[in-house]
């Protein structure tokens, strides 16, 4: 069988499984199973494909099929141009992501000298690895309430060399602790910022199965409403920031209004939502009360 033809029986396979990116997954699949990179496969799609490579792309697409992630079949998943490890213990990090990055760049700018920030919620740690690499800081610590997110952010960090940048804390929140076992709880940022779980508890069961069946619960599951972590955010950051800090948070893309009322009600001041470049609610920011 020929590389193209091996390439549309795959592609034919994961469409009927209801992949919407069957044509992109199929050629990085491909890839993965020892076949060529997408720039090379126009050159050799007439070619023979061997016995070995034939294998690995039945199995690696048979997975995909059953709606196994493509990035936890590959073992890692790219953001802002980095690679990051994933598995079922943390969010894939997903381009709308992106704006939350950079409005947290854009406000650490406006700090006189570099700020500290506190990322909670860090998952995989896409987005403290990112904002400790390309932002400048003057401290970065980043906390979680799952012990295996926190031990895969800790190997993202090593893989993109910003390992001796952050400060990592496991726990719930603010009562998360360093290994020193030093408290969160007794610290003081500029700014602090985190993608939160959001998923109303009754709206998980329609995500796709990629999400829904795959992605941790702990990362998804909002509450009721979905407004949990909001609510409990703009009650406690307010003794965790400094005078004029801020809180920037990723928010559902119908949430803007509510998580706004939540924040005004509790003293925050400057509240504002972004959208992100689909227009779409994406990132809520206010000052400390």
């Known amino acids: 069988m020929t590389y193209d033809a091996l390439l549309k029986e795959g592609i034919g396979r994961l469409e009927a499984a209801g992949i919407e990116s069957a044509a992109f997954d199929a050629k990085a699949l491909l890839e993965a199973a020892g076949g060529p990179d997408l720039t090379h496969l126009p ?3 007439e070619e023979e494909v061997p016995d070995g490579i034939l294998f690995m792309f039945d199995a690696y697409i048979g997975v995909r099929a059953n709606r196994i992630p493509l990035q936890h079949i590959l073992g890692e998943a790219w953001f ?6 994933v598995d079922e213990d943390v969010l894939i990090p997903r381009p709308d992501t992106e704006t939350l990055v950079e409005a947290v760049l854009r406000e650490a700018k406006r700090f006189p000298a570099a700020p500290s920030l506190l990322e909670l919620c860090t998952g995989s740690g896409a987005v403290a690895v990112c904002l400790a690499k390309e932002g400048e800081f003057a401290s970065v610590t980043a906390s979680d ?3 295996e997110a926190v031990n895969i952010a800790r190997e993202n960090a090593a893989k993109n060399g ?5 400060l990592f804390a496991e726990g719930d929140l603010f009562r998360a602790k360093t290994k020193s076992e030093k ?3 007794r610290r003081i940022y500029d700014i602090i910022c985190a993608n939160p779980p959001y998923i109303p508890t009754a709206e998980i069961d329609a995500l796709e199965p990629e999400v829904r069946d795959h992605d941790p619960l702990l990362a998804l599951d909002g509450g009721a409403d979905g407004l949990d972590f909001y609510r409990r955010l703009a009650k406690e950051s307010p003794a965790h920031l400094n005078q004029g800090g801020k809180i920037l948070l990723e928010i559902g893309c119908e949430q803007g209004a509510d998580v706004t009322a939540i924040f005004e009600e509790a003293g925050w001041r400057s509240c504002r939502v972004e959208k992100d470049l689909a227009g779409r609610d994406r990132v809520f920011s206010a000052e400390r009360p």
Do not use: Q
């Open 43 to 45: 050159l050799v799609k």
């Open 145 to 147: 309430i799952s012990h």
């Open 162 to 166: 910003v390992e001796e940048k952050i």
């Open 80 to 85: 802002r141009g980095l690679p990051f490890i």
């Open 183 to 185: 408290s969160l709880n």
